[in-house]
Structures are given as structure tokens and as C-alpha cells.
């Protein structure tokens, strides 16, 4: 279970996150929704550790365990993962090579030992199988020269190779046609399991018809303004964000 | 050569200065006030293996006592062989090197520049000829000390559609320069130019290529990479010219460097002078830092910080590894390059 309790940030002296609580429990798939500039990919990058995103109060812990004591790479090997809004392009690195030593450095964080070429390869294929991607493509730079929507798609083939613990997808849908969409929401879905918990951040409802939250939350003003089932996406949708604009 | 006579006079004065424009930024007379005596024989026995022994099927040596060396591929002949130039202790030492490639034959030539800690002088000149068909692919690796001075200047003639292609991979010395002068004849021959280097501590390394190109229809490709971290300093120094009626010349540089820390320099001059109407002539040279976002991206995968930066360097680097002709070469170069990033 992922718990925030009164998380408060800034960037370059700004408070953006101004007392935020959340609570994920493992198996759920809770979703932020809010208005451009209300913070919603600020908590994606304190709940990561992202440099120049500095936490002034509040606790973040995941399953207990304090997440904002550790260094971005011992997140991850704790089993967070953010599918970024914009995935970064690694030149020179082939995405085949870079998931696996990610994975081999995860599991040497966690004292495991390193996946065998021979399994990696397979659970490789199979999943890029499952999610559409040409396996030729697996042998690029990672991200270089691919569309926008490759890119989205790359991000959640690592996802399903890292096999996180707790996923952040911000901003999924954006960049994606509907065929891809599809894809991608199937490979998220797939991925949904009892102890397992996901934070879909997103500013349309669109994403939300392909992934069903559990919960959905409101997120203006650095603050979680309100809280509900499915039900709440879809009054946003109908009548925007204005009125709880005004209520933070 | 000035050089040469300089360390043979032991006369400072006649050592290239910042006052010559092409050795502004590696200044040899300011530099060495004093020249060392000339190198003794070198206990060749004593040596050990060179980097490339296992590769090559005949080693040459340049040290003290051994101060000139020729090699000819006779016309359609194939070699794979090694040059080891060895500097040890407080000494001048200059040295020279034919190399003639007959028509239609192949070389392949690791030249390995091997410093101890003593602070050397030495210099190195090279006359690389290749007839009509020939091709040779030169790989340098220059793995000087930090007290050492080289300078390597090699002049190389071409014959038509001969095929010339270099990799030079140096890790810098007290003051190094590593310079390859290439009359192009156009005629069908291809030229490739590349270089990558890694510096730290106070190292400094020259890499200065010179191309003219004096016929239609040639093809130059240059890439050069490097990082410098510390107090080092690189000098890029490209220059491309196509003389009058080298028409349809094409001719390609790139250079691009990462600088990991505010005292490290990088000063580059990428020059094409181009005399002639119908040519395809590009440049490209970026100085820059590791890219932070993808840093931050790849440690949210799970990478340590360092482990990051690693494997961008190496792969930023790796690509002039990635261009050598010869796939047996690439891995020890790139084991080298890694051994030095790791360090």
C-alpha cells in the first residue's frame, strides 16, 4: 500500500504540493485527475525523487517503508515505477540492453541474483509479443527516433518487464491514437494483480474508459480536493474543473 | 620536421609554439624549456606484450636504439601487423615510420604509443603510402603517462580508389598531439577519419587532421568523440579543404564532446574550405554535458547514478568503435575505452 500523508513540496522555492494525503491500497487502481498546473506530475516526480523537487513536510511510505529517504534508483529496486509523460531518448544504448541491466541492477539492490540471457530473452519476446511491439525495434536506442506513441508503448513493455510494485502512469493516453491506446491499456490491465497498486494520473477521462479505477481523486492546487468511485471521472468530464478550482 | 631536429639539436627554440596558428592551443616551446638527452637502447627482451600482439602476425618496434622502421605489403598482398612506439624514462626520442601499401593489397596496422611515468619526449613521424587499390585501416591506441609529451604527425598519400580508414584512441599525456595530414586524390578512394578521447587529471590531447582533396569524385567521413572530465583539455582541429575542380567531393566531420566537470576545456576548430562548385560538404561539432533528464530517467528504472552515467559515456563514445572496419579490433578498443571510463 502506497500512503501520503500531508505531502508538502516546492520547485525552485514555489509550493506546488501544499499538504496532499492519498492512501493506494495494494490491488487497487486509484486515479488523480485535475486541472493543468495543479501538481499532478509534480507528485510523479517527489514520489520518484527527481532532483529539484524538494519535499518542505509529509511522509510518502510505500508498504511502510519511507520512499523519501531513498535515491531514485533504490525506489525502483523498492518496486516503484513512473511511466513518464515524455520517455526519454538513450542514444547509443539498445532498449534491450538498458532494461536488462536496469532489471540486473534492481535485482542485485535487492540481493537477487542477475536474470540469465536466456531467460531474459524469453520473457523479452513474450511480452513483446503481447504488447504489439516488432522485436527488431527492441534492438534500437531506446526511444531514439521512435513516435510518440512507440515511446508510450515502450514505456509499459518495461513496465512489464520490471514487474514493478507500484506503478505511476502519468499522462498515458497523451501522444496515443485509439488503436494504441487499446494496446497500451491492455498491457496496463494485464498487469493488475492483489498486490499490486497503480496511480493513473491524467487530465482526461478518455484513458479511465479503457483503464477502470477504483477510486478516483480530485487534484487541484497541490491539494487531493475530493474523492469518489468511477462516477466522479465522469462528472468531470460533463462539467470541468471549475468548481473545485474555486473550492481550493 | 621541426620537431625531429629539435630533439636532436636538444634546441627548445625550434619546437612549434601558441605563436604558430596550427599549435595555438598546444604549445610545445613554452611547454618544455629543456629537451631530455636522447633515448638509449631499450631492452626489447624486457618489454612484455604489446595491446595488440594477439592480433597481429608480426610486431615492429620503435624505442631507443630502434629509431626508424619501414614496412611494404608488396602489390595485392595482405597483412595484419603491429607498430609498438615505446618511450621510457627522462629521454628524447624520435623515431620513424614508412609504410607502403601496394596496389591492391591490404594492411591492417595497430599502432600503440606506450608511455611509462617518466617524463619522455617523444615524437613520432609517419609516411603512409598506398597505391592504386590499396587499403589500410590504422588503428592508434595512445596509452601515454601523465609526465609524457608525444607528438605523432603522419602524412599519408593516396592512389586511386584506394581505401583509407583510421581510429585513433588516445587517453592524453602531460601535452599529446596526434596529427594525420591526407592528400586526397578524389578518384574513387574513401577516406575515414575518427578518433575518440577520454581524458581526466591534467591530460591534454591534440587531435588535427588535415584532408585536401585534389580530384573529383572522393569521399572523406570523419567522427571524433570524446570526454573530458578533471582539469583535462582537448583540441579538436579538423580541416577539410577541396581545391579547385574536386568536384563531386563528399566530405562529412563531426565532432562532439561531453564535459563533465567546469574545469575541464574543450576548443575546437572544424574548418571545410571548399574551392571547387559541385561538392556535398558538411560539418557538425556540439560541446555539451550529460543530458540530466536521461539520467534521471534511467535511475528511475533502477540504474545507480553512476551506473548511469556509465553507460551513457560509453555509449556516447562507443559509436567511433562501432565505424572500424576491422569487427576483431572493436572489442579491445572498446574494452579500453571502458577500462578508462571506469577509472
Known sequence: MLSISNLRAEVDGNEILKGLSLEVPSGEVHAIMGPNGAGKSTLSYVLTGREGYEVTGGTATLDGEDLLALDPAERAAKGVFLSFQYPLEIPGVPALTFIRTAMNAQRKARGEPEVSAPEFLKLAKATAAALKIEFDMLKRALNVGFSGGEKKRMEIFQMAMLSPRFLILDETDSGLDIDALRIVSDGVNAMRSPDRSMLVITHYQRLLDYIKPDRVHVLSAGRIVASGGPELALELEREGYDKYARAA | ?343
Not at chain 2, 118 to 142: C, D, F, K, N, Q
Not at chain 2, 198 to 206: T, Y
Not at chain 2, 223 to 233: E, M, N, S
Open chain 2, 1 to 343: 620536421m621541426s620537431i625531429a631536429s629539435a630533439l636532436k639539436a636538444r634546441d627548445p627554440a625550434q619546437l612549434p609554439s601558441k605563436r604558430d596558428e596550427d599549435w595555438r592551443w598546444t604549445d610545445l616551446r613554452g611547454l618544455l624549456r629543456v629537451l631530455p638527452p636522447p633515448a638509449g637502447p631499450v631492452d626489447l627482451a624486457g618489454l612484455g606484450t604489446g595491446p595488440f600482439d594477439a592480433l597481429a602476425t608480426q610486431t615492429h618496434i620503435l624505442a631507443g636504439g630502434r629509431e626508424a622502421v619501414e614496412i611494404v605489403v608488396p602489390a595485392q598482398g595482405e597483412a595484419t601487423l603491429a607498430l609498438r612506439v615505446v618511450s621510457r624514462g627522462e629521454a628524447a626520442l624520435s623515431t620513424r615510420a614508412s609504410v607502403r601499401v601496394g596496389r591492391g593489397a591490404k594492411l591492417r596496422l595497430f599502432e600503440s604509443y606506450e608511455g611509462d611515468a617518466g617524463a619522455y619526449v617523444t615524437h613520432v613521424g609517419l609516411e603512409i603510402v598506398l597505391e592504386e587499390g590499396a587499403a589500410l585501416e590504422r588503428i592508434v591506441l595512445a596509452a601515454d603517462g601523465d609526465d609524457g609529451v608525444l607528438v605523432s604527425q603522419a602524412q599519408v598519400a593516396l592512389g586511386a580508389r584506394a581505401e583509407y580508414g583510421q581510429t585513433v584512441v588516445t587517453s592524453g599525456a602531460r601535452r599529446q598531439r596526434l596529427e594525420t595530414a591526407v592528400d586526397h586524390p578524389g578518384a574513387d578512394a574513401k577516406v575515414r577519419l575518427d578518433g575518440a578521447y577520454l581524458l581526466a587529471g591534467k591530460r591534454h590531447a591534440d587531435l588535427t587532421t588535415v584532408v585536401r582533396h585534389l580530384g573529383v569524385d572522393g569521399t572523406t567521413s570523419q567522427l571524433a568523440k570524446g570526454v573530458v572530465r578533471d582539469q583535462a583539455r582537448a583540441i579538436f582541429q579538423g580541416r577539410i579543404v577541396v581545391e579547385e575542380g574536386a568536384d563531386r567531393t563528399d566530405a562529412r566531420m563531426g565532432h562532439h564532446a561531453l564535459i563533465l566537470s567546469d574545469q575541464a576545456e574543450v576548443d575546437a576548430r572544424p574548418e571545410l574550405l571548399i574551392h571547387a562548385d559541385d561538392v556535398q560538404c558538411a560539418h557538425g561539432n556540439t560541446i555539451g554535458r550529460l543530458d540530466e533528464e536521461a539520467l534521471f530517467y534511467m535511475r528511475q528504472r533502477g540504474l545507480p547514478e553512476a551506473a548511469a552515467r556509465g553507460l551513457l559515456i560509453e555509449a556516447f563514445v562507443g559509436e567511433v568503435a562501432d565505424r572500424m572496419w576491422n569487427e576483431a579490433a572493436r572489442e579491445p578498443i572498446r574494452a579500453w575505452l571502458a577500462e578508462r571510463l571506469a577509472g
